[in-house]
């Protein structure tokens, strides 16, 4: 069937080009937010892969696969659209407010949640799990030079074999051998069985809305590790520790008890997630402020992780104002 259906695209049959890549969309779209850590990235690097697979397609030889072939085509891409963004280093957004002292300063990781409703992956994709879209594995894929994140997704996410990826690659098993090798350095193994939150999962995140909505910081701690992280990528600021989350949510999240939030449940990255909603000084209307993701280890919140870019509240289907 796949033949018929290459042969035909050839022949410049559009429709039976969409029937043999719509299978891999949903699972390159995937691919490509890893690279880049962007939904809108993605967006636009898969739309450049379809149309470069497309016009390419009378090259195709057949020795390799076609979900093979259009990995090579969108990780080829990704690095592409890498290296453009090193050449044109964004500016990174400035707090409206002062901000309290960090735990510690990072260097900023240009970072965008992802839609829990857009991982539909294909059966093929039997590597694909929980943690292999978490923030932390994302956020840790992000500080990796481009070519060892391409090696490392490849290889421990999506279970390519090392020949495949050097042919991907277009390099050499031993280059992709020691790559991978620098990367697992940076990037620990995770377990990539996965799981769905447990009961006991969402009745936290449950009442960490509720305590966000309420303006109570001490239920919002009480949910907390010891060890809770606050960070709001890019911003190279990060705050450690219930003391010094508690300072920052009284002083900047609640602005001195003027800012009321309301928050619009929804999960991105396999994680429990919220659009928030603010208003401040008593507003009317309750405008879009991002997006809130945390994290929870041994049924307690163990990072908040605050997006503050209104551009992906579409990718979630949320609006731009709550009345």
């Known amino acids: 069937m796949t033949d018929q259906l290459v042969a035909q695209a050839v022949a410049g049959d559009d429709e039976a080009f969409r029937a043999l890549v719509e299978p891999y969309r949903a699972e390159l779209h995937v691919h490509c937010y890893r690279m880049l850590g962007s939904v809108q990235d993605a967006e636009d690097v898969l739309q450049e892969t379809l149309v470069a697979a497309w016009r390419?397609?009378?090259g195709y030889e057949g020795r390799a696969g076609i979900r093979?072939?259009?990995?090579?085509?969108?990780?080829?891409?990704?690095?592409?659209a890498l290296r453009d963004s090193e050449r044109r280093p964004r500016p990174v957004p400035q707090p409206a407010v002062p901000f309290p002292e960090p735990t510690r300063s990072v260097e900023p990781i240009w970072l965008q949640p992802y839609p829990d409703m857009l991982v539909e992956l294909s059966p093929e994709a039997h590597y694909e799990r929980r943690?292999?879209?978490?923030?932390?594995?994302?956020?840790?894929?992000?500080?990796?030079?481009?070519?060892?994140?391409?090696?490392?997704?490849?290889?421990?996410?999506?279970?390519?074999?090392?020949?495949?990826v050097a042919?991907?690659?277009d390099t050499t098993e031993d280059a992709v051998a020691s790559?991978?090798?620098?990367?697992?350095?940076?990037?620990?193994?995770?377990?990539?069985?996965?799981?769905?939150?447990?009961?006991?999962?969402?009745?936290?995140?449950a009442r960490f809305a509720d305590a966000i909505?309420?303006?109570?910081?001490?239920?919002?701690?009480?949910?907390?590790?010891?060890?809770?992280?606050?960070?709001?990528?890019?911003?190279?600021?990060?705050?450690?520790?219930?003391?010094?989350?508690?300072?920052?949510?009284?002083?900047?999240?609640?602005?001195?008890?003027?800012?009321?939030?309301r928050l619009v449940p929804t999960a991105a990255n396999g994680q429990p997630a919220w659009g928030c909603y603010?208003?401040?000084?008593?507003?009317?209307?309750?405008?879009?402020?991002?997006?809130?993701?945390?994290?929870?280890?041994?049924?307690?919140?163990?990072?908040?992780?605050?997006f503050l870019d209104n551009g992906v509240l579409p990718f979630f289907?949320?609006?731009?104002?709550?009345p």
């Open 179 to 205: 790559a991978l090798k620098r990367a697992r350095a940076v990037v620990p193994a995770t377990d990539r069985d996965g799981a769905t939150l447990s009961t006991q999962e969402r009745a936290v995140a």
């Open 213 to 261: 909505e309420g303006g109570d910081v001490d239920a919002m701690l009480d949910l907390l590790t010891d060890d809770a992280w606050l960070t709001m990528p890019p911003v190279p600021m990060e705050y450690q520790g219930s003391a010094v989350i508690a300072n920052f949510m009284h002083t900047v999240g609640f602005r001195g008890g003027n800012r009321v939030y």
């Open 167 to 169: 042919g991907m690659l």
């Open 68 to 80: 093979t072939w259009l990995y090579r085509i969108a990780t080829n891409r990704c690095l592409n």
């Open 131 to 164: 943690e292999a879209v978490s923030l932390a594995f994302v956020t840790a894929v992000q500080s990796l030079p481009p070519r060892q994140r391409a090696v490392l997704v490849l290889r421990d996410v999506l279970g390519f074999r090392g020949t495949e």
């Open 317 to 322: 289907g949320l609006p731009r104002t709550l």
């Open 56 to 58: 390419g397609l009378k």
């Open 278 to 306: 603010i208003s401040d000084y008593g507003e009317p209307v309750f405008r879009a402020h991002g997006l809130m993701v945390v994290t929870l280890t041994g049924g307690r919140v163990s990072a908040i992780t605050r």
